[in-house]
């Protein structure tokens, strides 16, 4: 029965980043009624939360944008190559203005529900403001990096300095003068944090468990001129990044490392350093497949650290080891090995001295303890899977996701899952996210979602639902991809190792992302084989 005060709409959203915004904009835009939620303050997703200092995003800001409006392609113009956060949250802000996105999205509310009421088939979704919501379709724009980690460090909460975690940073500026800051990783977050820190803090304390390899961004201010040359080509630029392994412009190699001499490898290793951003990795087709190629490429990106970091103790604990370059994020930096040079700045080697614990006045590793009166978390997220299994999400039968992912994440292309019927999900686990531009899959997610929809509605069917078949086989493609991968080979949040007791293994697609693009078509183009349809809705008597 339906419930007392639930209120009807056609599609539920839950999320209002990137992924959120847009399917607001497109469902709208198809004429459905919708709602969104929203469990931070404004739209943004990420790019809300993240306001620690020099928050900055890693791929080309011209990438890393909205492709389906001319139009914003045309009004907005980005200021640097590598847009800093508050430029991404003015970007953001300018969307949501133009499209009215806003209105949709109830801010600072969290989903706590979500179920599948089989009878009535409505997803039923109950917020944190003890409101009820019912739709017959439901999309999980929830993110990969949406459920912060804390560390699993004994007496966190005994600190009684600043603590401070990068994923819930606070809106007012915060001065690290005179101050003794530590922070705790040192992934993409922690370093962008230690190189903008370390020169304003009194001293800085880097907790180091494992380095990551990191290369120069060498970001710039873009210029009228390349903007306008930008705005000419946005077709061509997104026709490029739409047919691309990830989904960018990044320029990719087709030559394999040891096709070419020494001479020439250590050329192409040197101009690509030079180049900055992610170039090394577009130096050789077959750098995450073959490991002795890998190898060679880390050597060179290691050899780099102390003809910049002075200590050479220091420079060699910095240097990565034991796995394989690209198979942790790889992360680009403007002048973290530099913030070693500073007096101020020391790097706390965990792999040597380990934390012990928190306590009130600091960190205490097995060598001593370090007071502080700021700490700094950046130790990463629940990836991929975190955000779904931290609420429930029943489906049939009173099935939870929680119980379907127990032992690792499933689903039909990281679109649907079989159980689930009318779920969708945006840059689900089992899809390209993390490893391709997340704009590019979110805008093919939410797409596909609405081809889905539309497909439904012209033919009258009610549910919508993959078959365990389909996600079996897809699972299966999943699986053999990913046993060629060298991404196995580092202990990352793409794996699952990075949180406790979460099953481990790569569940991403680890083809590319064109090459998603052509699996997700073809399961519209054999007419939704790969799907099973519920009973078109009851026609009235009489
Ligand atoms: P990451 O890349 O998961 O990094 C988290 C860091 O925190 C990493 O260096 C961890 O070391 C470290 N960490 C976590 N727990 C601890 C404890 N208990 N002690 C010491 N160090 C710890 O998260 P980020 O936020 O930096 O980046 C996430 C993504 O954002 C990134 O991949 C890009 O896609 C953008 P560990 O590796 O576990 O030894």
């Known amino acids: 029965p339906a419930r007392p005060g639930a209120r009807r709409v056609d599609v539920l959203v839950v999320g209002g980043g990137f992924g959120g915004m847009y399917a607001v904009y497109r469902f709208r835009e198809m004429g459905l009624r919708l709602q969104a939620f929203e469990a931070g303050g404004d739209v943004g997703g990420v790019w809300y939360w993240n306001r620690y200092p020099g928050a900055r995003v890693d791929l080309p800001s011209i990438d890393y944008s909205y492709s389906f409006s001319p139009e914003i392609e045309q009004e907005w113009t980005w200021s640097e190559q590598f847009a800093a956060q508050p430029e991404l949250l003015r970007y953001i802000d300018f969307v949501a203005k133009k499209l009215s996105l806003r209105p949709h999205f109830q801010f600072n509310t969290r989903v706590n529900r979500a179920h599948w009421d089989e009878a009535r088939s409505l997803w039923v979704l109950e ?11 439901c999309v999980m724009a929830t993110g990969p990096l949406s459920i912060p980690k804390e560390p699993d460090i004994p007496g966190v909460q005994r600190f009684k300095g600043r ?20 922070v705790i990783g040192t992934g993409s977050t922690g370093i962008q944090i230690v190189q903008e820190v370390g020169p304003k803090a009194g001293e800085l ?12 961004m060498r970001n710039v201010d873009l210029d009228a001129e390349y903007m306008a040359e930008v705005k000419r080509n946005y077709a ?8 691309s392994a990830v989904g960018g412009t990044r320029p990719q190699s087709t030559r394999a490392f040891f096709s070419v001499t020494r001479a020439q490898r250590q050329a192409l290793l040197e101009d690509a350093w030079k180049q900055g951003g992610l170039a090394m990795l577009g130096t050789f087709s077959d750098l ?3 490991e002795e190629a890998n190898e060679q490429v880390a050597e060179f990106v290691r050899n780099r650290i102390p003809e910049i970091v ?20 790889p992360c680009l930096d403007s002048s973290y ?21 928190i306590t009130e006045k600091g960190v205490r590793t097995e060598s001593g303890e370090i007071e502080l009166d700021m700490l700094i978390l950046a130790t990463g997220y629940d990836g991929l899977t975190g955000a779904l299994m931290a609420f429930d999400v029943i489906g049939r039968d009173g099935r939870k996701v929680n119980d379907k992912w127990k032992d690792g994440a499933r689903s039909y292309l990281g679109l649907m899952m079989e159980g689930f019927p009318n779920l ?22 939410v797409d596909w979602i609405a081809g889905a929809i539309t497909h439904m509605h012209r033919n009258g069917l009610t549910t919508i639902e993959p078959t365990s078949r389909a996600e079996e086989d897809w699972m299966g493609v999943v699986r053999n991809l990913a046993k060629r991968s060298l991404i196995n080979k580092a202990k990352t949040w793409w794996v699952g190792a990075n949180v406790k007791d979460k099953p481990q293994g790569l569940t991403l697609f680890t083809g590319g992302f064109h090459a998603y693009r052509q699996y997700s078509a073809a399961a519209v183009q054999d007419g939704y084989a790969s799907f099973s349809f519920g009973p078109p809705k009851a026609q009235p008597q009489g």
């Open 127 to 137: 917020t944190d403001r003890g409101e009820t919501w019912e739709a017959p379709y």
């Open 163 to 182: 603590l401070l975690h990068a994923a819930k940073w606070p809106h007012e500026p915060v001065s690290y003068k005179g101050q003794r800051v530590g």
């Open 205 to 216: 304390f880097v907790f180091q468990r494992t380095p990551s390899f990191t290369m120069p």
């Open 236 to 243: 061509g630029i997104r026709e490029a990044a739409r047919n």
């Open 288 to 290: 995450m497949i073959n």
């Open 310 to 329: 002075k200590d050479p103790v220091t420079a060699e604990k910095l240097k990565p080891k034991g796995y394989p370059i690209f198979a942790r994020r």
């Open 337 to 357: 090995y530099e913030t070693y040079n500073l007096p101020s700045v020391h790097l706390v080697d965990c792999l040597t001295d380990p934390i012990v614990e």
């Open 424 to 445: 969708f999900m945006t840059t689900g686990p089992n899809g390209p996210a993390a490893l391709a531009n997340i704009i590019r899959i979110s805008e093919h997610d």
